[in-house]
């Protein structure tokens, strides 16, 4: 499986970015997807997973933030609304060949290369 991530890039604080990840290879309906995120001289977070249990977000990006998939296409979507100098970061998508959600980035078996957001204040 390889993942693609785009969509990242300059915005004001406050304003909107749409991710998209798209998936080649072999995806199967009950593998999870998540978004995670890499702020300057910060630890890989969390950011949002989806699967078929339903979707899970990291507190700080709840209202603010959708995560979605496109069944047809493999592609999994983060809406990132009212975007906050906080968000910087180069985000990274991911895939786990299991329905359960998690945070835990490394029980993600394959990684994107990552897309750069970054919001001015």
Excluded at 3 to 29: P, T
Excluded at 96 to 116: F, H, K, M, P, V
Aim: charged share 20%; net charge positive.
């Amino acid at each position: 499986v390889q993942l693609q991530a785009s969509g990242g890039g300059l915005v004001q604080a406050g304003g909107s970015l749409r991710l998209s990840c798209a998936a080649s290879g072999r995806i199967f309906s009950h593998y999870s997807r998540g978004w995670f995120r890499r702020a300057p001289g910060k630890e890989r977070e969390f950011v949002a997973a989806i699967g078929r249990r339903g979707n899970t977000y990291t507190d700080s990006v709840k209202g603010r933030f959708t995560i979605s998939r496109d069944g047809a296409s493999n592609t999994v979507y983060l809406q990132m609304d009212n975007l906050k100098p906080e968000d910087t970061a180069v985000y990274y998508c991911a895939v786990r060949t299991s329905d359960i959600l998690t945070s835990r980035g490394e029980l993600y078996a394959n990684w994107g290369q990552g897309t750069q957001v970054t919001v001015s204040s």
